[in-house]
């Protein structure tokens, strides 16, 4: 099994964890956390991801396929419309994960610096 796909399955087992003990939230399909899927961008597909915790959330950007050679990058939204820092790593990393603790309504991904913010 690729990295990509090891790491989309133990996203989506996650989620589907997460899923279970989480009430469920009122938001529009494209911008609510838990929306993972995958996202094509002019530089290539990305899958996108995020859920809640006990206590916070998390958000994570995966390279799917492309040519992007900058940053993938993955943050999240404060219920207040605050962002946190953004994390990232090289694109040739395939994957980049940040969680914080607090109440927050959805991840925020780019797949390159040049891409715009996806939200999930």
């Not at 995958?38 to 799917?64: D, H, I, L, M």
């Not at 820092?85 to 603790?101: D, L, Q």
């Amino acid at each position: 099994m690729r990295k990509s796909a090891r790491i989309r399955a133990g996203v989506a087992c996650a989620a589907a964890v997460v899923g279970l003990t989480t009430p469920f939230m009122f938001a529009g399909s494209a911008d609510a956390l838990g929306n993972n899927r995958q996202v094509t961008r002019s530089c290539g597909v990305n899958y996108v991801a995020s859920g809640t915790t006990s206590n916070g959330a998390w958000a994570a950007t995966t390279r799917e396929t492309g040519d992007c050679t900058g940053n993938l990058y993955a943050a999240l939204e404060r219920t207040n419309g605050a962002w946190t820092t953004w994390k990232h790593v090289s694109a040739a990393t395939g994957s980049v994960f940040t969680s914080s603790v607090g109440t927050f309504s959805k991840g925020l991904h780019m797949g390159c610096s040049t891409c715009n913010v996806t939200y999930s």
